[in-house]
Structure formats: structure tokens, C-alpha cells
């Protein structure tokens, strides 16, 4: 296989100058692509691009909410988006308050069957959820459809994909084999209905043996050590506490764009 390994400048740009869909691996605040993230918010103070994005994220935390504050974004579709222990995510909670985003109500059991129409490479998905409830009413683009066996009335939750999925990895090699660890969420499933599929990963090995993300579906490798900061990268390092409850309470404030800076400088991306 083809070598991958590329710089972050060359990965962040690899997204679309507007309207990409990308999504975020990870789970809450456990691995998940801050760096990147980061490194977009740069590009996009540098470039003014990418925007009008849509996050597509199982679960939604500080990399997708340090977008929404940039104004980069102009849709989300997730089925948590917030900070757990330490709250609501700010940009995201202000953003959804003003209507400045859409907001494409999901649940666990919309995204799973749309992520798998998708990895299936047809058009819906049926199940039973959402039946009886009045979610149909906020996603009139979810239809139902007659078991045409049995006769009983589904739910038809449409296909999901996206042009590019960002995963975070412990250890890839340049070929692109990636381990990420027991919490997987669902971030085997994002590379498979992506178009495009860049790992970052805490250390990049010569070869590995085991791999839970295979080389041929990974168009780019990046070696990000801390590349979670400040979500944590279990077995690597905790979660950042105090870093997490600083943003949590300078979003929103005229200490928020100083907040940025450093990490941004912390990244090595402030003067990129």
C-alpha cells in the first residue's frame, strides 16, 4: 500500500472550501479530533473557508462546538451535543438559541440505521423506532413504509454518508491501519461511508499488526501527539479539567478569542 503520512496543513486541506459534510469520531470528551479541528478554525481565520459545513457526529463535543463558534457551520445532526460533566456546549447552545443553525433532530436509532443504510448502499433503513412518537413531525423527510411480510408500519430512516470523516487514533501506521481503542463508538462505520478518511493519531508506528481501522479505506495519516487535548485519550492521558471548564466559561465572553489564541499557539497553529 501507498505511503499516507501528511502534514496537518495538508490534511485540513483536504475539506471542501463550502459545504462539506464531515464528521467526528470519538465519544463526548474521549478521543476526539481537537487538533484538526483546531487547525480548521486556523485555516478558515487565514482563508474565510471552509463554511456553510455540516457536522455529522454521533456524539457532538468541543471539536464541533469550537466550529459553531467560528461561525463555520451551518448544520448539525447528532443525537447528544454537549460537554457531560461540565455542561452545555456554549457555542452550540448560543447557536441553536439564535437559529443561526439547523438542527436535524436525531436519536441513537436514526443515525445507527441511516449510518448502516448507508454502509449498505441503499436508500432507507426500517425499524420500528420512532413509532408512536411525534419525531416524525420535526423530520418530515423521515417516512414510513408497510412491512410488505407482515404488513406492519415502519419507520424508514433515510441513508446517511459524508464527504469526509476525521478519526483520532492511538496508533496508526503510513499505510493507514489504525487502533482506536475499546470505545470505539462508531467510528469503524464513519470511515465506511465516507468519501474521504483521515486519521490522526497519537504516534505513527512502522507497521502494525492489529489494526480495528484498515488501510484501505484511509486516504491520509497525520502523527498529532495530544492531537485529543483537551478530551482525554485513554490509556495516553486524561481529560484536561480545568482547560474544558475555562472554555465552558469564556465562550461567550470577551475572553473567549484570547482562549483560542492559546490554544491555537498551544497546537502550533498560531501563526499558521
Not at 52 to 61: D, I, K, N, P, V
Request: aromatic letters at 6%; charged letters at 20%; proline letters at 6%.
Amino acid at each position: 500500500m501507498a505511503n499516507k503520512l501528511q502534514t496537518l496543513h495538508q490534511v485540513v486541506d483536504l475539506i471542501p472550501k463550502k459545504g462539506c459534510t464531515i464528521a467526528f469520531g470519538g465519544m463526548t470528551l474521549y478521543r476526539r479530533p481537537i487538533m484538526f479541528a483546531l487547525a480548521l478554525l486556523a485555516r478558515y481565520q487565514r482563508e474565510q473557508t471552509p463554511d456553510e459545513m455540516s457536522l455529522l457526529c454521533f456524539t457532538a463535543g468541543i471539536e464541533s462546538d469550537l466550529l459553531v463558534g467560528a461561525g463555520m457551520v451551518s448544520k448539525v445532526r447528532s443525537c447528544y451535543f454537549g460537554l457531560e460533566a461540565f455542561g452545555l456546549a456554549p457555542n452550540f447552545t448560543s447557536a441553536a438559541g439564535d437559529g443561526t443553525i439547523e438542527i436535524i433532530e436525531e436519536t441513537e436509532a436514526s443515525l445507527a440505521c441511516g449510518i448502516r443504510a448507508g454502509m449498505s448502499n441503499v436508500g432507507f433503513l426500517p425499524s420500528t423506532a420512532w413509532q408512536g412518537t411525534d419525531l416524525f413531525m420535526l423530520r418530515p423527510d423521515v417516512k414510513e413504509v408497510v412491512d410488505p411480510y407482515s404488513g406492519e408500519t415502519l419507520t424508514a430512516f433515510p441513508a446517511i454518508t459524508c464527504d469526509v470523516a476525521v478519526i483520532h487514533a492511538l496508533e496508526a501506521d503510513p499505510d493507514g491501519n489504525a487502533m482506536i481503542g475499546g470505545n470505539k463508538g462508531v467510528d469503524e462505520e464513519l470511515t465506511l461511508i465516507a468519501d474521504k478518511v483521515i486519521i490522526t493519531a497519537e504516534r505513527i508506528s512502522p507497521k502494525l499488526e492489529k489494526a480495528q481501522i484498515v488501510g484501505p479505506v484511509v486516504d491520509a495519516v497525520v502523527e498529532l501527539p495530544e492531537g485529543a487535548w483537551p478530551s482525554s485519550c485513554h490509556p495516553l492521558y486524561p481529560l484536561d479539567g480545568m482547560a474544558i471548564l475555562e472554555y465552558t466559561e469564556k465562550a461567550g465572553t470577551d475572553e473567549y478569542n484570547h482562549l483560542i489564541t492559546t490554544w491555537l499557539k498551544k497546537c502550533g497553529l498560531g501563526n499558521s
